[in-house]
């Protein structure tokens, strides 16, 4: 069993950026791939980041590449989202997810993860 608690989210102006953390409960959390997600207003959820349970492996959609920057510090058992050159567009709530590094499923299917978070509210005024 893993529990996530996301924090950083905020209000934040065009061109600005964030930092989100997820904590993750228990001792297995490197044993664990993560993702980030996000859901606006209306929208279904969608993928925006991944990484693998050494740190070593991630992914990311077009939209956000170079934007976005996914990091895991296993000693702390924390996974962290970098969000800079923030966009309108990226107003959400992002979401962390945990599935086994075990599993080989789709990165960016979020049915692959069985552990996610509440949530963090990012909004970015233009």
């Known amino acids: 069993q893993v529990q996530l608690v996301e924090s950083g989210g905020g209000l934040v102006q065009t061109g600005g950026s964030l930092r989100l953390s997820c904590a993750a409960s228990g001792r297995t959390f490197s044993t664990y791939d993560m993702g980030w997600f996000r859901q606006a207003p209306g929208k279904e959820r969608e993928f925006v980041a991944h990484?693998?349970?050494?740190?070593?492996?991630?992914h990311y959609p077009n939209a956000v590449k170079g934007r976005l920057t996914i990091s895991r510090d296993n000693a702390k058992n924390t996974v962290y989202l970098q969000m800079n050159s923030l966009k309108p567009e990226d107003t959400a709530v992002y979401y962390c997810?945990?599935?086994?590094?075990?599993?080989?499923?789709?990165?960016?299917?979020?049915?692959?993860?069985?552990?996610w978070g509440q949530g963090t509210q990012v909004t970015v005024s233009s």
């Open positions: 990484i693998s349970w050494s740190g070593g492996v991630t």
């Open positions: 997810a945990a599935r086994p590094s075990s599993y080989s499923g789709p990165y960016y299917y979020e049915r692959t993860y069985g552990y």
